[in-house]
């Protein structure tokens, strides 16, 4: 990766940071975190992998996103925002009333958002089936998703791997945000998924294990999933809850609290500075 395209890609994942920052900062609630772990896979995702078109956001031939996670929506909005979807002003709406970014992504609300997600488990399923049609309809977009480590304790993760193997679904990319922490704690503590690598391939997929928060491990993980065909391509992306402001990172606290005005100042600055 060169320098311009690396160092557009640091700066845009700093302001996405801010974003998610001052956005649940406005709503006195949210998840940080978790949305701060995986900024910056959903820089790379917007600002370098993905087909998309901010004045067209409907178009047929787009990649699709789907945020299993669905709960770390403000990662979403903010890259959404600065990507060109809507106004970055309007990322200080976060959860009010009338605005178009409720606590979860809704796809009949937000320009971008390909499927509403939250109930966890369900998102990476609704991404499986995208990815189907697009078979079926001989189409060539790719379909990517982002499920949180503690999400994949969920069965029906497992089912939709399943469908995505048996259907060869080559077009679907699986990214497990593996930050070690879930709500009640350290997700080996709650109730342990690993080893992720080893039961996704055994579930028929080609897994690719980075670090989450290296733009060059991130571009050559997405420029490997497209050379595999015949199965879905997973990449185990170990990144750090909080990543970006020094007192939320590796703290579970940080899971679902928003910061107060004293931490959002503290936050901003060290994300800016």
């Known amino acids: 990766m060169d320098a311009q395209k690396l160092n557009m890609l640091t700066e845009t994942a700093k302001k996405i940071r801010v974003g998610i920052i001052e ?22 995702l917007y ?27 403000p990662a979403l909005y903010s890259t959404l925002a600065h990507r060109g979807f809507f106004p970055v002003e309007e990322l200080k709406t976060l959860r009010k009333l009338g605005s178009r970014l ?15 997600s939250g109930s966890l488990g369900l998102g990476i ?14 189409k060539d977009y790719r379909v990517y998703t982002v499920v949180g480590d503690g999400e994949s304790e969920e069965g029906q993760v497992w089912e939709a791997c399943m469908f995505a193997s048996h ?24 109730m342990n998924p690993t080893p992720h690598d080893k039961k996704l391939e055994a579930f028929g997929f080609h897994v690719i294990s980075i ?47 928003a910061p107060n005005d004293e931490q959002c100042a503290e936050a901003i600055a060290e994300l800016t500075k």
Not at 23 to 44: E, R
Not at 63 to 69: A, H, I, M, N
Not at 125 to 138: E, H, R, W, Y
Not at 229 to 235: E, N, Q, R, S, V
């Open 211 to 257: 670090n989450g928060h290296s733009f060059e491990e991130i571009e050559a993980a997405f420029a490997e999933a497209k050379t595999v065909k015949g199965k879905p391509t997973a990449i185990i992306a170990k990144t750090v809850k909080g990543k970006g402001v020094s007192f939320m990172e590796n703290k579970v606290n940080w899971h679902g609290a």
């Open 125 to 138: 399923s609704s991404a499986a089936g995208m990815a189907l049609a697009g078979k079926i309809d001989n």
């Open 102 to 116: 409720q606590g979860h992504p809704d796809m009949t609300l937000t320009p971008g958002v390909d499927m509403s």
């Open 167 to 190: 259907y060869k679904l080559d077009n679907l990319c699986l990214i497990i945000d593996w930050n070690g922490l879930q709500i009640d704690g350290p997700v080996a503590e709650v």
């Open 47 to 73: 600002f370098s992998e993905m087909n998309v078109d901010p004045e067209n956001p409907n178009m047929q031939n787009r990649d699709r996103f789907v945020l299993s996670k669905g709960h770390c929506a």
């Open 23 to 44: 956005a649940t900062h406005a709503a006195k609630s949210g998840h940080p975190g978790g949305s701060l772990s995986i900024t910056d896979v959903m820089t790379y």
